[in-house]
């Protein structure tokens, strides 16, 4: 099946500095991956969905300045959180989406804690 | 835009109890419906997913769920849980048209006491 890796799973960082975090799918080429943040015992929110080659498209409140993405090729789409606060402490998860084939769907990551102390 | 709301926050159930979880989205045009469940500690995963055909589909571990279009509606069930299937459990919604991009409701915490 479709297995979508991200890096790190956990991060604490010092107030002040940038964080990338990493989404890879592993066995399917997506063209579109997707960056959710979640807030303790709620429910997903996208924050922007990447396409490879082109300039991420960003939900309204999202900074585009602060959360940087970049999806540089079919597997790989990054997400970097700069001049971090600890108001930007979060689970962050990314999704990649198959469009052909038997993996057909979205996949999630495992995700990453963000810790900004 | 589309939105989607799960009508309980908290469940609790004994084992072998049966489970139904609701789910009511709002949007104007076709789309595809998903069930994710996430266990404790781990990622999400996906349940079963509704794309077209017959509106009662079957997922992995004994669920179900039925789209109902009249009510805008993609119940999760379950006839009898376990121990195991303690989790949250998000019901999204996807629109056909380009995009794709997947909304979540809020998520319906399920405690299964054993």
């Known amino acids: 099946g479709a297995v979508v890796s991200q890096h790190p799973s956990r991060v604490i960082c010092k107030s002040g500095t940038s964080v990338k975090i990493e989404c890879r799918s592993l066995?399917?080429?997506?063209?579109?991956m997707f960056w959710y943040r979640q807030f303790p015992k709620q429910s997903l929110m996208l924050m922007a969905t990447?396409?490879?080659?082109?300039?991420?498209?960003?939900e309204q409140g999202v900074e585009k300045d602060k959360f940087l993405i970049n999806h540089a090729s079919l597997t790989l789409s990054t997400l970097t959180v700069t001049s971090a606060h600890p108001e930007d402490s979060s689970f962050y998860i990314c999704?990649?989406?198959?469009?052909?084939?038997?993996?057909?769907?979205?996949?999630f990551g495992s995700g990453t804690r963000l810790t900004v102390v | 835009a589309q939105s989607v709301s799960q009508h309980n926050h908290h469940v609790i159930l004994s084992e072998a109890a049966s489970l139904e979880l609701g789910c009511n989205y709002s949007?104007?045009?076709?789309?595809?419906l998903f069930w994710y469940v996430q266990y404790p500690g781990q990622h999400l995963q996906l349940l079963l997913k509704?794309?077209?055909?017959?509106?009662l589909v079957k997922g992995i571990k004994g669920f179900e769920a039925e789209f109902i279009k009249s009510k805008f509606s993609f119940n999760l069930r379950k006839p009898s849980v376990q121990w195991s299937d303690t989790a949250e459990y998000f019901c999204a919604v996807s629109p056909k048209a380009a995009g794709n991009k997947l909304t979540f409701g809020g998520g319906t915490r399920v405690l299964v006491k054993p």
């Open positions: 999704s990649a989406r198959a469009t052909t084939g038997p993996v057909y769907g979205y996949t």
């Open positions: 949007y104007g045009g076709t789309v595809n």
């Open positions: 066995d399917f080429q997506a063209t579109t």
């Open positions: 990447s396409n490879e080659g082109s300039k991420a498209t960003y």
């Open positions: 509704y794309f077209s055909g017959d509106p």
